[in-house]
């Protein structure tokens, strides 16, 4: 069992910058794919961006594309998302997910029951 656990998460203003960090527990060495999800209340979770652990594959949603960055410290167990140029627009709980499968493509990435671990977000607030 993967435990993951979100961090990072706050208020800022629209234009701003954060970091989010998700650290996986150490037995994690069966994940081939990380995401991240964002929802907010009374909408679907939607898909952010994916990485393909070990490989340079990353996929990103067209909203978040060229402010957003996705990143991996394998040796760390550690998934980030680098977010710049924040909007109104990207205020959400953000989720980490795993998966035990290479997650090739958006299409089969931004599937929720791909994943098999979840963490239990962490919350971002862009004020304008």
């Not at 910058?17 to 150490?26: D, I, P, Q, T």
């Not at 994690?28 to 991240?36: G, L, P, T």
Request: glycine fraction near 8%; charged fraction near 25%; include cysteine.
């Amino acid at each position: 069992q993967v435990h993951l656990e979100e961090s990072g998460g706050g208020l800022v203003q629209t234009g701003d910058s954060l970091k989010l960090v998700c650290r996986a527990s150490a037995d994690a060495a069966d994940i081939r794919s990380m995401s991240w999800f964002r929802q907010v209340p009374g909408k679907d979770r939607e898909f952010v961006a994916t990485i393909i652990t070990f490989m340079n594959f990353t996929h990103y949603a067209d909203s978040v594309m060229d402010r957003f960055t996705i990143s991996r410290d394998n040796g760390k167990n550690t998934l980030y998302l680098q977010m710049n140029n924040l909007k109104p627009e990207d205020t959400a709980v953000y989720y980490c997910a795993a998966s035990g499968i290479y997650l090739y493509g958006g299409d089969v990435a931004r599937k929720l029951d791909e994943y098999d671990y979840w963490g239990q977000g962490t919350r971002v607030t862009v004020s304008s």
